[in-house]
């Protein structure tokens, strides 16, 4: 048994360990159910479970959450609308989003398929410095589309190493004190 300052108190009966937490109006919970014999701490699960969520809410913050954006195509795009079109992909790249480039053919357009893969493989081209490909145009029905990632500066990659390099000293670092999420809880009498 663990108390709620961290301190082993050794093995304890049950009804004495739960005595013990009701003294400090606290929670006896169950860390190790399957230790021989279970470990349990003495602890305010409450601001437990308050502190778990807020460090996931923190961890949420900082995630970037990744967009797809569509920019649409036709086979027979002219110069103009097609740098138009190119600098929206530019744009969103940019910004950190995905681009799905779509060309949809209809009717007669179908036999032409041909046309709209070299309109894909010229974007892919003229975007290359920018991004990735992560899809290969690739026909879906009477769609044909493509997916672009934005390429990675060499500060982002990095800041990234960095970033990593510093997660890991600090796991290592930091004491394997910290317990797993508790299994049982026997709250005080109120």
Do not use: W
Request: aromatic residues 6%; glycine residues 4%.
């Amino acid at each position: 048994m663990i108390d709620d300052e961290g301190n082993q108190l050794g093995i304890l009966p049950p009804y004495e360990a739960i005595k013990k937490a009701r003294e400090k109006n606290l929670d006896l919970v169950e860390i190790s159910p399957t230790a021989q014999p279970p470990v349990c701490r003495i602890m305010d699960y409450g601001k437990y479970l308050y502190q778990q969520e807020k460090k996931e809410r923190e961890a949420k913050k900082h995630q970037k959450t990744i967009t797809v954006k569509e920019v649409k195509f036709r086979i027979n795009v002219d110069d103009h609308d097609y740098e138009t079109k190119k600098n929206h992909v530019l744009r969103f790249l940019d910004e950190g989003d995905k681009v799905k480039a779509t060309i949809f053919f209809r009717g007669r357009e179908m036999t032409r398929t041909g046309l709209g893969r070299q309109i894909l493989e010229r974007l892919i081209k003229d975007v290359e410095p920018h991004s990735i490909v992560e899809f290969r145009p690739r026909q879906e029905g009477n769609t044909l589309h493509a997916i672009l990632a934005p390429k990675k500066t060499d500060k982002e990659r990095e800041k990234e190493r960095q970033k990593e390099e510093r997660q890991r000293a600090a796991a290592q670092s930091a004491p394997s004190a910290a317990a797993p999420p508790p299994a049982q809880v026997a709250k005080p009498a109120s």
